[in-house]
């Protein structure tokens, strides 16, 4: 993860700590060394209107001024960029902590998981059952992914393998029907959560959009997440909008973050979503679901610390 706009980074601190080490930083040079640096962080798959935001939010804090003849131009250079990365990444920051929002609601919590086709949403409903079990709650996978052959099987094999009840439907059947059916499973059972699966659906797909919409409206989730796939850049950032418009949505799980070497793609998705990001998905493991942290992410890219 972030493994090259780690050195992309590196490189324009590095240059423009030596040009502002010997004279005050105008806007032209600025712009000159930005260039070659916006060409890396677009090679680097950071989407182009991003890169216009991380540039802004340099340049409104370097250009014009001087280092003092003491100071280290590089430390100086090293503050503004954890400072302006921090400011856009801080974006995607959850203002709570879904955890304990869940252990004091009202049970059972049920969350209805949606997005398009393979970005990771059954993976991803296993993962966080597993976490829910890891802070002592409870819950029940419920595939209301009645469409895609195989999906009831792969999210019953999740629940095996995890020891957590599963509730499915019939190949074809009503999901929002299913999707009560999970609910009134934990309401009856005591169970915390329902963790309710969906089909994917492009955004086009009207029918399969009025589905969801349908499953939304019969259960009344506690919350709406959006599963987006790091890889697919600018495409993530349509789908989120398209996916609020038509059903709104609370939060997001931004999933293969380990598979986004560059990191580009997931910093363009963070960047611009205006959505919270309350986890990253960062491989296959149960346990490869880990909360979204702004801190942590800039040490990568920074290299803070190290
Ligand atoms: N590397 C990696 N692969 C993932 C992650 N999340 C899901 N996958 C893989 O993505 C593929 C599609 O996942 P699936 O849950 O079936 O997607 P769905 O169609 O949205 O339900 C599977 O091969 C998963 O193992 C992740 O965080 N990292
Ligand atoms: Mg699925």
């Given at each position: 993860m972030f493994r090259k706009l780690k050195q992309v980074f590196s490189e324009a601190i590095g240059k423009l700590s030596e040009t502002l080490s010997t004279k005050e930083l105008s806007y032209d040079e600025f712009e000159k060394v930005f260039h070659e640096f916006e060409m890396s962080l677009i090679e680097a798959d950071v989407a182009y209107d991003v890169v216009q935001l991380i540039k802004k939010s340099l340049a409104d804090e370097l250009v014009g001024n001087r280092i003092g003849r003491f100071s280290s131009s590089s430390e100086?250079?090293?503050?503004?960029?954890?400072?302006?990365?921090?400011?856009?990444?801080?974006?995607?920051?959850?203002?709570?902590?879904?955890?304990?929002?869940?252990?004091?609601?009202?049970?059972?919590?049920v969350i209805v998981f949606m997005g398009v086709n393979g970005v990771?949403?059954?993976?991803?409903?296993?993962?966080?059952?597993?976490?829910?079990?890891?802070?002592?709650?409870?819950?029940?996978?419920?595939?209301?992914?009645?469409?895609?052959?195989?999906?009831?099987?792969q999210l019953e094999l999740h629940s095996k393998r995890l020891g957590i009840p599963f509730i499915g439907g019939k190949y074809r059947s009503d999901p929002a029907a299913v999707a009560k059916d999970g609910v009134i499973y934990a309401s009856k059972n005591r169970v915390d959560v329902a963790l309710i699966d969906t089909a994917g659906r492009m955004h086009t797909d009207v029918d399969l959009m009025n589905e969801v919409r349908k499953v939304i409206k019969v259960v009344k989730p506690n919350m709406r997440i959006l599963i987006l796939d790091a890889l697919t850049g600018n495409d993530a950032v349509?789908?989120?909008?398209?996916?609020?418009?038509?059903?709104?949505v609370d939060a997001v799980i931004l999933t293969k973050a380990d598979a986004d070497v560059k990191g580009g793609s997931a910093l363009s998705i963070i960047m611009s979503l205006g959505k919270p990001i309350i986890y990253l998905g960062v491989g296959q493991n149960y346990d490869d679901l880990i909360p979204y942290n702004p801190e942590v992410i800039l040490k990568r890219m920074l290299d803070l610390n190290t």
């Open positions: 100086y250079v090293k503050s503004v960029f954890t400072k302006s990365l921090k400011d856009l990444l801080n974006r995607g920051i959850y203002a709570g902590d879904l955890i304990a929002e869940i252990k004091s609601a009202v049970k059972p919590y990771g949403k059954t993976t991803t409903i296993a993962k966080f059952a597993y976490l829910l079990r890891s802070n002592g709650l409870s819950s029940v996978v419920v595939a209301s992914d009645t469409f895609r052959a195989g999906a009831q099987e349509s789908q989120a909008t398209w996916f609020d418009s038509q059903v709104g």
